[in-house]
DNA sequence: ATGAAAGCGCTAACAA
DNA sequence: TTGTTAGCGCTTTCAT
């Protein structure tokens, strides 16, 4: 750590220390086995004792590695995000990696401007809901590693939930509650990649139920969004709501309950994601669950695997939880 | 970015287009204003141009500066964090830094030890809810630029919510509402800083008001935790619990209500931090906010200040907030 | 199996 | 005001 001197102690320390050349002291620390066992044990137990620990500055100037990723994402405010970030810190910390985390605050100027100022900072990109065009996505994958979750191009590596299975589950579990006509309320911004997929998906399952579906929005995608959303919501007519996410579908059902709507002998609320606070809101939320840890998990995996085998897409699945605040269609 | 060869554009790359040194090229980026004002455009246009964005890995082994900040919490699972995340991301970025996450799951040694292996890599620590030892605390601090968050040691800089205010507040508003009888869930570690302080304060306090207290504990400082403390702490005779904080108070709440306590009639409920869900869950809880975002913030700047005026203790108000969970004590 | 030497891309004295 | 020259601490050929 530090010498007597006060100095931080540096890999000449401990060459000088052990009688071999810096060189070496790098090799005993980075490939042991390539060196003699006892000259690797000595030096191992030189950089122990003055306790030596490689600046990784240094490193990565040196060996290109900078052993960290990037997170990037829209912001920290929603739920759904901290799961992603707990999976993927957990995941990079166990890979030996260090994850840098940055928000964009909506703006894709500065999406594209931090991936920029990061660049040779971190040896991958996780981009998360990235709101960059696709040409601009391609471009970067040019010359970064980078891995997108929930949004897919054509030929970039990504991580997204199903988003047909999750419509799908929902709008089963609906139909078989006997409702004919369901609301989606979007999530902004409008081109969101899961927003569309989920109204595309609710829509033609939908179809081939034989419910009528419409969307409203786009709104906010948090409790605020869906408070704004609720009366108008109430004012198509139909008998249940599908929010963009779980905090809207929880902000819906708040501005009901105000109105003395009850939920669900009137309307019925599902959300997606199943975030914190879901099973716990009142009534308690039926949701399409997102595996979030896992999302981020796979997504620090594809960005550490061999360059070889990449290009992959993952798909994860949704599955339905069914609380209280649906129930079988009024009338 | 890339030069037409596909190479990363280095200050050299912009140097020779620019015909001036590179050093020269440097300075026109990083102290402009010591430059002849055509040069420095001059330069400036033709980085532009090539798209230049010095490397920070190896800026960072230069100016021995890496602009960035690491932020060290037990878990990424407390809601709690996720507001100092938030906070934290958002000042650094402002300052033009970037943030490192990481999570030491609860373990001195993990948390002392990302120290070590972050060293040089980051300008500063942030270190929230540290676990370690007093003495390794000030002896990091020796070679490190660190601010605690939620724990004082003599001499460190540091952002805490006031404990003595919190307990104050609820201890107040406990007695008058009738309250006799209070007990206290005390969180896991039961060394945790806040959580002595806290029950402390809530002693202290309930001495002076005539209320009897009592600690229980410690527990999990989750919902879990809070789920099991509940039949223990009914089971005292109190007419009114205050939990650790808000998601253990929400495992209380939701325990009673399985039993068929009722909250507040038969028992009032107190959390602390003002979490995301406390204001949402079933009934309401009353607790003393924690401003999350701020305590991010503060600490942020008080490792981005001048070296000269540090050591500073940053106290935050905690404040009251009075929902559905508390109410007259019975009989 | 080990050492010598050349960089990685940039900053920062020091010169001019 | 600008160029020259050393490094920053490490990795990595290339020799030996």
């Known amino acids: 750590m530090v010498s007597p001197a006060g100095r931080v102690v540096t890999i000449s320390d401990v060459a000088a220390e052990a009688q071999v050349a810096r060189s070496t002291v790098s090799r005993a620390l980075n490939h042991p086995g390539r060196l003699n066992l006892r000259t690797q044990q000595h030096i191992q137990a030189v950089a122990d004792r003055l306790g030596y620990h490689p600046n990784p500055v240094a490193r990565a100037l040196g060996s290109q590695r900078t052993e960290s990723l990037a997170l990037l994402l829209p912001n920290l405010s929603n739920q759904f995000f901290f799961g992603v970030i707990r999976g993927a810190?957990?995941?990079?910390?166990?890979?030996?990696?260090?994850?840098?985390?940055?928000?964009?605050?909506?703006?894709?100027?500065?999406?594209?401007?931090?991936?920029?100022?990061?660049?040779?900072?971190?040896?991958?990109?996780?981009?998360?809901?990235?709101?960059?065009?696709?040409?601009?996505?391609?471009?970067?994958?040019?010359?970064?590693?980078?891995?997108?979750?929930?949004?897919?191009?054509?030929?970039?590596?990504?991580?997204?939930?199903?988003?047909?299975?999750?419509?799908t589950h929902a709008m089963e579990h609906l139909a078989s509650l006997g409702h004919r006509r369901v609301v989606?309320?979007?999530?902004?911004?409008?081109?969101?990649?899961?927003?569309?997929?989920?109204?595309?998906?609710?829509?033609?399952?939908?179809?081939?139920?034989?419910?009528?579906?419409?969307?409203?929005?786009?709104?906010?995608?948090?409790?605020?969004?869906?408070?704004?959303?609720?009366?108008?919501?109430?004012?198509?007519?139909?008998?249940?709501?599908?929010?963009?996410?779980?905090?809207?579908?929880?902000?819906?059902?708040?501005?009901?309950?105000?109105?003395?709507?009850?939920?669900?002998?009137?309307?019925?609320?599902?959300?997606?994601?199943d975030v914190y606070g879901s099973d716990f809101c009142s009534p308690s939320l039926t949701t399409l669950a997102s595996p979030t840890e896992e999302i981020g998990r796979a997504a620090v995996r594809l960005l550490l695997e061999p360059a070889g085998d990449r290009a992959h897409s993952v798909v994860l699945p949704a599955h339905l939880v069914i609380r209280n605040s649906t129930g079988p269609a009024p009338g």
Chains 1, 2 share one sequence.
């Not at 994958?141 to 991580?159: C, D, E, K, M, Y």
């Not at 969307?215 to 869906?226: E, K, N, R, T």
């Not at 109430?234 to 963009?244: D, K």
Request: aromatic share 6%.
């Open 89 to 167: 810190e957990e995941q990079a910390a166990a890979a030996g990696h260090t994850l840098v985390l940055a928000g964009f605050r909506g703006d894709p100027d500065q999406e594209s401007s931090r991936i920029a100022g990061l660049s040779g900072a971190v040896d991958g990109f996780i981009l998360v809901a990235a709101r960059m065009a696709q040409g601009e996505l391609q471009r970067i994958a040019g010359t970064h590693r980078i891995a997108l979750v929930n949004r897919q191009v054509l030929g970039l590596p990504s991580v997204v939930v199903d988003p047909v299975m999750g419509a």
């Open 184 to 273: 989606y309320l979007g999530g902004a911004p409008k081109q969101n990649w899961m927003n569309v997929r989920r109204w595309k998906s609710i829509r033609s399952r939908g179809a081939s139920l034989g419910v009528e579906t419409h969307q409203l929005g786009p709104f906010a995608p948090s409790q605020f969004g869906g408070a704004a959303a609720a009366d108008a919501a109430v004012a198509t007519g139909a008998t249940a709501v599908i929010a963009f996410n779980d905090p809207m579908a929880i902000g819906v059902m708040r501005r009901l309950a105000e109105r003395g709507v009850d939920v669900p002998d009137v309307v019925s609320v599902m959300g997606f994601d």
